[in-house]
Structure formats: C-alpha cells, structure tokens
C-alpha cells in the first residue's frame, strides 16, 4: 500500500478552511507533508492562530497526520502586504473595483506565496506545492484560476530548474464539494474539526459559533462557507 504514496509535498496552508482540507488531502497521499503561511500584515492574528490549533489537532482525527505531518514553516512577508494592501489588511469596506474585482483582492498574492513556497520547496527537497485556489464559486480572483497556476507552474519549472508540480484538489469542487469532500476524507472527526477551528471571515470575527462555523456571518468569506455548508448539509 505505501508504494502508492507519493515522497513529500508543501502545502500552503493558511488556516482556513480550504487549505485545511488540502492538508488532509495531502496526508492521506503523500509520506510527508510540509506546511508553509504567510504573515502579509493581515489584519487577524486569528488567522494564524487557527493554523497551530489544525495542525495540533489533526493527528487526533487523521491518523495519517500522526506520522506524516511534517514540519511547518512561517514566511514574514510584510513588504508585499505593504504594497499589496487592500481590503484585507486595512480596516476598509468591501466593494468592487472598474475590473468587477472586489477589493479583497490582493493583486499578486497566490503568485507570491508560490515564489516563496517554490524557494522553500526546493531547499527543503520538495517538488509538490498544493494549494486552496478554486475557480468554482469564488470571487473570480484571476490568480485562483487553473490557467494562472500553470503558468507559474511554468515558470517555477523553469526559473529554479526543477520540476515543480503545483496540485490544487480543490480546483473544480464547489464549497459544498469540499465539506462532501472533507467528509469523505475524515468523517465527522474531520468535519467537526474543520467547522471549529479553521477561519474564513475576512473580518476575523469569532465571537457566533453557526452551524457552520466561527465568523460575522455577512462578509463575502462567510456567505460562502455558510451557503456551501447548507447545500452539503441539505443534501446530505
Ligand atoms: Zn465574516
């Protein structure tokens, strides 16, 4: 059986739901799993928070995780975050912009946080890098997009003359795809683990426990997991 597994993968891993669910993914494919998150000046320390409480917990409820899980790695990226700002790192209302991007959006950023990764990857042997970015039902951010990550696949290839390969699972699901998928991967365990302690809301609101999670309910991050989690749970 181990002779399916795969040797090493990096997973970006921010804390929050998505990439929560691509760590599980990854524990169940690959020997050993790395993880890297980016500080950019976001405006929640809850965000990285939530990354040390799934990585503590998910040996618990994956046990793939309790020999697998490798170690982790946080890159201080600041200067981008200071050139990037947006809606995300300032306290500013959410709106769209003449391109019909909202101002969540932070130009640059996958593309970014792939760089880094890349660089870690390959100093630390490491050819997969798999990520959250999901062109299905977000907010058509133009860096989430497949065609985008091929091309920094590319890149990446060629630039630091390794073959990069960067794998995103999440890619083609809808968001009540991936609490199905979660599901699918470890149980209610999983589930359980993934509604209580992954973070989403872009205002870093954990004050409600819904159905589905911790967040203010109404920012564009919460509407989603929140309409994904009712279709999942309304056809489950
Ligand atoms: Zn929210």
New binding site residues.
Partial sequence: MTSDLKPSALVLFSGGQDSAVCLAWALQRYERVETVGFDYGQRHAVELKARLTVRERLPEVLPEAQARLGEDHSVDIRGFGAVADSALTRERAIEMDARGLPSTFVPGRNLVFLTYAAALADRRGIEVLIGGMCETDFSGYPDCRRDTLDAMQQALRLGMARDFVIETPLMRLTKAETWALTQKIGGEALVELVEEDTHT???G?RGERHTWGY?????P??ELRAKGHAEWAGAA
Avoid: R, V
């Avoid at 967040?215 to 920012?219: A, I, M, T, V």
């Fill in positions: 809301c872009y205002l609101d967040g203010c309910g109404s920012c991050a919460c």
